[in-house]
């Protein structure tokens, strides 16, 4: 339970920069140390999986040069995962000309104001409307696949303790293989149900005035935390 309060407590700071302070300097400071503990939230799950992986049910210690560390890999993973799908996004968004039709539709509603749906052509709205609809659909239907990818990159990366192990695409996708991509999908359906739960609780919470942000910072998002990060490490467990 000391554990357990002492990363909600390092939550607690993670959330500090989400305060209306009313002082831009008090601002600035909090958002760097809230950016800080939120690297230290980042390094800590990756020690959740580690011992999530063997199996064990200790609650691991907070360790704050390895937590930094791998916080700061999780950094770097994030962006090795997630630049392919967003530069795939962009050139379906490119290729079905749904930048070029934007800007047509922004300029009629800058020059006619609210009136500028009954001046846009209806060939125009549809072939907007159709490339915005590929396009998220594409984006979401990658944002699902890469997340996936990026959650067996961060059991690498518990597991072998290696950046380069982490980042490899080819062999998280593999490992997403082993373990069976329905299992996989199974547990990140139930993961977002659970998670949708907390977090329509935390709503409730965090509309408690001034300490309410503090208060669902340290009961939903730790166990928010906690429950993703040592059920993936449990999945990813079958492989062994």
């Given at each position: 339970?000391?554990?357990?309060?002492?990363?909600?407590?390092?939550?607690?700071?993670?959330?500090?920069?989400?305060?209306?302070?009313?002082?831009?300097?008090?601002?600035?400071?909090?958002?760097?140390?809230?950016?800080?503990?939120s690297?230290?939230?980042?390094?800590?799950?990756?020690?959740?999986?580690?011992k999530?992986?063997?199996?064990?049910?200790?609650?691991?210690?907070?360790?704050?040069?390895?937590?930094?560390?791998?916080?700061?890999?999780?950094?770097?993973?994030?962006?090795?995962?997630?630049?392919?799908?967003?530069?795939?996004?962009?050139?379906?968004?490119?290729?079905?000309?749904?930048?070029?039709q934007?800007?047509?539709?922004?300029?009629?509603?800058?020059?006619?104001g609210?009136?500028?749906?009954?001046?846009?052509?209806?060939?125009?709205?549809?072939?907007l409307?159709?490339?915005?609809?590929?396009?998220?659909?594409?984006?979401?239907?990658?944002?699902?696949?890469?997340?996936?990818?990026?959650?067996?990159?961060?059991?690498?990366?518990?597991?072998?303790?290696?950046?380069?192990?982490?980042?490899?695409?080819?062999?998280?996708a593999?490992?997403l293989?082993?373990?069976?991509?329905?299992?996989?999908?199974?547990?990140?359906?139930?993961?977002f149900?659970?998670?949708?739960?907390?977090?329509?609780?935390?709503?409730?919470?965090?509309?408690?005035?001034?300490?309410?942000?503090?208060?669902?910072?340290?009961?939903?998002?730790?166990?928010?935390?906690?429950i993703?990060?040592?059920?993936?490490?449990?999945?990813y467990?079958?492989?062994?």
């Amino acid at each position: 339970m000391t554990k357990f309060c002492i990363i909600g407590i390092v939550m607690v700071v993670s959330s500090l920069g989400s305060l209306e302070i009313g002082n831009a300097i008090i601002s600035s400071v909090l958002g760097i140390v809230a950016a800080v503990a939120s690297i230290i939230t980042s390094g800590y799950s990756v020690s959740v999986v580690k011992k999530a992986i063997v199996k064990s049910d200790e609650i691991p210690d907070l360790d704050l040069r390895e937590n930094i560390i791998d916080g700061l890999k999780m950094i770097v993973m994030l962006i090795v995962y997630y630049i392919i799908p967003i530069i795939i996004t962009l050139i379906v968004a490119f290729a079905t000309g749904f930048f070029n039709q934007y800007i047509e539709v922004a300029t009629y509603a800058s020059q006619y104001g609210s009136n500028f749906v009954n001046m846009v052509s209806e060939d125009l709205m549809m072939s907007l409307v159709s490339s915005a609809a590929i396009t998220i659909i594409i984006g979401i239907i990658l944002l699902v696949i890469f997340s996936l990818l990026f959650y067996m990159g961060i059991c690498r990366l518990a597991k072998y303790n290696s950046l380069s192990e982490g980042a490899d695409i080819p062999e998280a996708a593999r490992d997403l293989k082993r373990i069976g991509i329905g299992k996989v999908i199974g547990w990140m359906i139930l993961l977002f149900v659970i998670v949708a739960i907390l977090t329509f609780i935390e709503t409730f919470i965090s509309s408690i005035p001034s300490v309410g942000i503090l208060i669902s910072a340290f009961l939903i998002s730790t166990y928010n935390l906690f429950i993703a990060y040592r059920s993936v490490g449990l999945l990813y467990s079958a492989i062994e």
